[in-house]
């Protein structure tokens, strides 16, 4: 006869969050065995892009305890949360702001020059 198996935890509803295998121990015995849930890799924030370099992970495992900060975020100006691309865009479109700020004042300066020329 099938020996019978039931949970080991309270838990009893075959939820996502309650995924049991059937092991079987070297003695014989059935057991049953508590899977966990996929990991996903994490994402940038702004494209949805899979990050480079940080491992998959289940959001219990990358808190402050259990991971490392060196292993949550790459040595990066916002590592860890946006892709090297997204990041690269901002500091070039935060430049040409600045350097067409820079015209504009200029431009400014030369036609009052021309004004008081005149």
Known sequence: MVQR??????HAYATKSNRTRVLRTPGGKLVVQYQKKPTK????GAT?????????????????????????????AY???????????RIIRAF??????IVKKVLKLQKAKEKSSK
């Open 5 to 10: 198996l039931t949970y080991r935890r309270r």
């Open 41 to 44: 890799a994490p994402r940038c």
């Open 48 to 76: 949805g892009v899979t990050l480079q370099g940080l491992p998959a992970r289940r959001p219990a495992d990358c808190s402050a305890k259990r991971l490392a900060k060196r292993h949550k975020s790459v040595n990066r």
């Open 79 to 89: 590592g860890g949360h946006l892709a090297h691309g997204v990041v690269r865009e």
């Open 96 to 101: 040409l702001i600045e350097e067409q700020k």
